[in-house]
Each structure stands twice: as structure tokens, then as C-alpha cells.
């Protein structure tokens, strides 16, 4: 009997980086992952609810709004998602640092023990939200180095060579550094969620290395 396909949500909002986004959301889905990507509230571009102008003035479809996602799919921490993804990008990562939607959303998800991942200027999200998983050794954009060791994480450059790539894992929690480490990162999720054979298979068919 095969294992069920594991589901995550990438959350977007306006300024997020739609590398860090699209690239992980691609990866994870070729892992079999079944990813659905939800806006934050208050984001959108005005023309259309489900749309957000990334950080690059690329404009992004998300799936779902997060409230219309949290009602149908994870209303109760049963039906928690395995996964939850927050791309950099620094205004994407302050709306989603607002949005109380937000927090409430990764408290849960923290309390359930399920998988979180931040990229990036997201790690500062899991600060504004009570400072979720302080303590825990985490990477982020350098800049955000000071912020994160000042709210008691373990700040630490991934090593070089390591088997994760650019990223570093405490357990349940995944962080990486940035634009660049995003294939890094994705994998990571994808080996943390479907297994490092399928992540390893993902990676040679993008000719990753």
C-alpha cells in the first residue's frame, strides 16, 4: 500500500520573493508533494483577491486565500497540512509578520510538531509571532542575523558540503539563507516529507549537481 502523497502550503504575499516561492513550490511538487499556495490576507493587488506583486514586480496566482484554506483544509490540527512554507522577500515577510492569521496558523502547526520552513527574511515571521521555535538553531538572509540571535535562536551559516546543502534543520523547522539557496531548500523539504531517494531522483533530473 503506498504511502499518502504528504500536502504542504507555501504562503505568498504581496512583496515575497517569487524566486524562493515558485522554485520551492515546483521542486516539492515534483517530489509529489501536493502543495497549495495561499495569500495572506490584505495583500492582494486589488485586481484580482488571489493575486500578489512579488518582490520583483513578478505577479503571482496564488490557489486560495489562507482564511478560505485554514476553513476547508486545516480547521481542525488534524487536518494540519505536513508542511508549512514561508518564502523571504522583506515586505512579503512583514505582511506575513502582521497578519495574525498568520500566527495563529503557525502556532498550531508548531503545537502539532508538523514540519515549518522559512527562507530567507521569513525566520523574522517566527519572531513576530512569539518568537515560535526560540532556541532552535536556524539561518536566515545575514542581515537578519543580529535580530534572530537577539530573540534566542542559534544563528548558524550552513556548512559548507553538507548533505542538506545551504540549509539547516532543527528537527521540525527548516531555514535557509536566500534566492540562491532556494533548490537547497526545497530539496530539503522534499527529502524531509516524500524521503531523500525521491529528493535525490528530483535533484538528478534537474541536473542539480
Known amino acids: 500500500m503506498m504511502a499518502a502523497t504528504k500536502r504542504a502550503l507555501a504562503l505568498i504575499a504581496r512583496g515575497s520573493e517569487e524566486m524562493e516561492l515558485v522554485i520551492t513550490v515546483d ?8 502543495v497549495t499556495v495561499a495569500l495572506v490576507p490584505g495583500t492582494e493587488t486589488g485586481k484580482d483577491e488571489l493575486v500578489a ?19 476547508q483544509h486545516a480547521a481542525t490540527d488534524d487536518a494540519l ?4 512554507i514561508l518564502p523571504g522577500g522583506l515586505d512579503g515577510a ?3 509578520a502582521q497578519a495574525a492569521a498568520v500566527g495563529t496558523l503557525l502556532q498550531r502547526q ?27 538553531r536556524v539561518t536566515s538572509y545575514p542581515s537578519f542575523r543580529e535580530k534572530m540571535t537577539e530573540a534566542g535562536y542559534v544563528w548558524e551559516e550552513p556548512a559548507a558540503g553538507s548533505p542538506l546543502g545551504r540549509v539547516v534543520r532543527d528537527d521540525n523547522l527548516i531555514t535557509s539563507l ?25 535533484a538528478a533530473g534537474l541536473l542539480y549537481k
Open 81 to 84: 497540512p505536513d508542511a508549512i
Open 178 to 202: 536566500g534566492p540562491a539557496t532556494t533548490f537547497d531548500f526545497g530539496l530539503a523539504i522534499g527529502a524531509a516529507l516524500a524521503g531523500q531517494e525521491v529528493a535525490d531522483k528530483v
Open 110 to 136: 508548531q503545537q502539532a510538531g508538523k514540519l515549518v520552513a522559512a527562507i530567507c527574511a521569513a525566520p523574522t515571521v517566527l519572531v513576530a509571532h512569539g518568537k515560535l521555535f526560540a532556541g532552535r
Open 53 to 71: 506583486c512579488c518582490s520583483r514586480g513578478v505577479n503571482v496566482k496564488a490557489d486560495t486565500t489562507l482564511q478560505a484554506y485554514v476553513e
Open 27 to 34: 521542486v516539492l511538487r515534483r517530489c509529489n508533494v501536493d
Open 94 to 96: 512583514k505582511a506575513m
